[in-house]
């Protein structure tokens, strides 16, 4: 799928080095086709990262994709100049009258933090509200999933004796549901969190159905019966290395962090992770363009509503 984007946006550069296709904005005004309009709320502090593992997921089909980022209004970045935001990401005041075919929510390092304690909660409620009239499917992923299911219906997260980091077993416990379509029935993914939900509290919401967990990492993908929202406690857009640098960034700060399960050979830091999730990862996003937004969305995307 060609990805469309800014020509000067630095994940071009890497994305084209790995034989993605990506296409300037104004190639794409060439062709006469409607784009899938996609918004990324990009809360990772590692901007530039986040965004080149999400855009090399959505880079796997034969469908035209429209990129647009978001960054929080309301929250100063510490690790991304401004002059980069102002170039390449627009505020919630700047898109909320446009509708978009989907959106993605990305995880944030505040998970240990009350919901109501993080600065933007309040702007992020306001686009999580904003997204069931304005988005036909919303992807939650890690704490952007645990903020979903508590603003969306009330499930709490509760904190871990000690952070889930590795890459675990998963099993498939919906194979029919499209978004699994063609998943193993067991298949490794990546999660790196303090906190979790739990599944009596998602059970009691018949409109919500979990779709893959794993007995160490829990209930991994949960989905709304319509599909218009999707949430995913791992992070399946992780690359090989992403583990790893978090794992040297804990050492170095002194904070004595627990080897990630499952993922260094020998649990051995200085050899090269496996990459055992690449495939399911590329599958499931693959799956929800297709299943969930291309093949529902209305094509005058102006149609979209709650």
Request: one cysteine or more; aromatic letters at 12%; charged letters at 25%.
């Amino acid at each position: 799928m060609p990805i469309k984007i800014q020509a000067s946006l630095p994940a071009v550069q890497i994305l084209e080095s790995e034989n993605v296709f990506v296409m300037t904005h104004e190639r794409a005004a060439m062709q006469d086709i409607r784009p899938l309009k996609i918004v990324i709320l990009n809360l990772m502090p590692t901007k530039v990262e986040t965004e080149t593992q999400l855009l090399r997921l959505l880079s796997n089909t034969p469908l035209q994709v429209d990129v647009i980022l978001m960054q929080m209004a309301t929250h100063q970045s510490k690790n991304t100049p401004v002059s980069y935001l102002k170039t390449f990401y627009k505020t919630f005041d700047e898109i909320k009258d446009e509708k978009f075919d989907g959106m993605i929510i990305t995880g944030a390092p505040v998970e240990k933090l009350d919901f109501e304690k993080v600065d933007y909660w309040p702007e992020l409620c306001k686009i999580m509200a904003w997204s069931r009239r304005n988005v036909y499917s919303t992807m939650h992923i890690c704490w952007g999933a645990q903020a979903g299911l508590y603003f969306h219906y009330g499930i709490p997260k509760y904190l871990l004796p000690q952070k889930i980091s590795g890459i675990f077993r998963h099993r498939v416990i919906s194979p029919l549901h499209p978004l699994v379509r063609g998943f193993d029935d067991d298949f490794w993914a990546p999660h790196s969190r303090n906190t979790e939900v739990r599944r009596e509290d998602i059970e009691r919401h018949p409109e919500l159905e979990i779709l893959t967990e794993s007995n160490a990492a829990g209930v991994h993908i949960i989905a709304t019966k319509n599909g218009r929202q999707i949430f995913v406690t791992g992070h399946e857009e992780y690359d090989r290395n992403t583990l790893k640098k978090e794992y040297l960034r804990d050492v170095k700060k002194g904070l004595h962090p627990m080897m990630p399960q499952n993922y260094f050979p020998n649990d051995d830091p200085t050899q090269e992770p496996p990459f055992t999730w690449r495939s399911h990862a590329f599958l499931m996003f693959s799956n929800w363009l297709n299943y969930f937004v291309y093949q529902n969305t209305p094509y005058e995307i102006r149609d979209i509503s709650e």
